[in-house]
């Protein structure tokens, strides 16, 4: 019987990923990848030759069979998606749950993923928090949010960046615009950045700069507390101003 390798792959720069995770894509007898051409970057970029198969949420009902019969024949495969760890928020979770049902070993790598350097950068609590993902676009979208008013811990959503300001007004208008919350986008790219302070703050900061590249927002839990409150950089100080910006440049794209 074959093996299951679930393999995150960088969410920026092309460097964050793991020595084992180029060396699990180079043996493995296929590949499966949510956009083979997105992918095709990174395995050239690593000299990684192998068999590649489109797997995403527009046709995995249809493939995860023959990919668990192949499974099951002794092949091994690695699932990719463009960016972080496949199932979070991208295909993967019906492969997974197949392969678990046919007794066929699945191993997750450790690996790069959006939502947990926006939380651990975004200056509000970390020990404890919810992950929500994307919210439904329309239907339930309001209800899933009355769900969360007495959340106590820091929230996690991700957003497109042309929904960014309507998400943030939602959310302003559900708990309130004092509430703190951090914005990341282009997380380990050249311009990453972080925008911290009130829901109303960071509202009327991305109304007048446009919001570009992928959005994680980190919300604080319900809990009125000093922790919850995003440090913000004080005028005199040079230190605290570099560090308030959270903006950090590299060479990599």
Not at 17 to 37: C, G, Y
Not at 218 to 245: F, I, N, R, W, Y
Request: charge should be negative; aromatic fraction near 6%; glycine fraction near 8%.
């Amino acid at each position: 019987m074959g093996k299951l390798y679930i393999v995150p792959t960088p969410v920026g720069n092309l460097e964050d990923i793991t020595f084992r995770a180029v060396k699990v894509l180079k043996e493995a007898d296929f590949i499966l990848a949510e956009d083979t051409r997105t992918s095709s970057v990174l395995l050239q970029h690593y000299d990684i030759h192998g068999e590649l198969l489109s797997h995403h949420k527009f046709n995995e009902h249809e493939t995860v069979q023959s990919v668990v019969m192949r499974l099951l024949g002794g092949a091994t495969a690695a699932l990719i998606s463009d960016a972080g760890t496949p199932a979070i928020s991208d295909p993967g979770f019906l492969l997974v749950r197949e392969c678990v049902k046919h007794g066929v070993e699945v191993q997750t790598l450790p690996g790069a993923t959006a939502f947990v350097p926006a939380l651990v950068s975004s200056g509000l609590p970390c020990d404890r928090f919810c992950f929500e993902g994307f919210l439904p676009q329309k239907k339930g979208r309001q209800f899933r949010l009355e769900l969360l008013k007495n959340e106590s811990r820091s929230i996690v959503f991700y957003e497109s960046p042309r929904r960014l300001v309507k998400t943030l007004k939602q959310l302003a208008d559900a708990f309130g615009g004092s509430r703190q919350v951090s914005v990341a986008r282009e997380i380990s790219k050249l311009h990453e950045e972080h925008v911290r302070g009130s829901l109303d703050e960071v509202i009327d900061h991305f109304e007048k700069v446009e919001p570009l590249g992928e959005i994680v927002i980190v919300l604080a839990g319900a809990a009125d507390t000093e922790e919850s409150v995003v440090p913000q950089p004080q005028p005199d100080d040079p230190m605290q101003m570099l560090m308030g910006t959270g903006k950090k440049k590299n060479k990599y794209k």
